[in-house]
Nanobody, 125 residues
Framework: QVQLVESGGGLVQAGGSLRLSCAASGRTFGSYSTGWFRQAPGKEREFVASITWDASTTRYADSVKGRFTISRDNAKNTVHLQMNSLRPEDTAVYSC??????????????????WGQGTQVTVSS
C-alpha cells in the first residue's frame, strides 16, 4: 500500500516555473513506477509524465516535452515534476499516481493503482 501527497502547486505568471513534489509512504516506493497527470476544468484527465521505478526511463506528453522534467529520489520516497516555461494552458489540478511494483508506466490513468489528492497549478497570462 502506498499513500501519495502532492505539494508545490500555486499561481505563477506565464513563462514562470514551479516544482511539484509527490511524497510517498511505504518502504517499497522505490519499486513503483510513477506518473503525473493533470485535469483542467471541463476536460478529461491527461497524462503529463512518467518515470520507471529505477528512473531508467522517462516519458512525456508532447505538450510538455522540453519544458517539464520528472525525477525521483527513492531514498527520500519522492518524485518531482519541474515545470518551466509555463503557459496558461498548463493550468490544471496535477496529481501523482503510482502503479503496482515493477510495472512499466502507462499513459492511461486508469492503469494506476494509487493516487494523491492533487495540487492546483494556475498560470496567468
Amino acid at each position: 500500500q502506498v499513500q501519495l501527497v502532492e505539494s508545490g502547486g500555486g499561481l505563477v505568471q506565464a513563462g514562470g516555473s514551479l516544482r511539484l513534489s509527490c511524497a510517498a509512504s511505504g518502504r517499497t516506493f522505490g519499486s513503483y513506477s510513477t506518473g503525473w497527470f493533470r485535469q483542467a476544468p471541463g476536460k478529461e484527465r491527461e497524462f503529463v509524465a512518467s518515470i520507471t521505478w529505477d528512473a531508467s526511463t522517462t516519458r512525456y506528453a508532447d505538450s510538455v516535452k522540453g519544458r517539464f522534467t520528472i525525477s525521483r529520489d527513492n531514498a527520500k520516497n519522492t518524485v518531482h515534476l519541474q515545470m518551466n516555461s509555463l503557459r496558461p494552458e498548463d493550468t490544471a489540478v496535477y496529481s501523482c499516481a503510482a502503479m503496482r511494483p515493477f510495472i512499466e508506466p502507462q499513459l492511461l490513468w486508469t492503469k494506476y493503482d494509487y493516487w494523491g489528492q492533487g495540487t492546483q497549478v494556475t498560470v496567468s497570462s
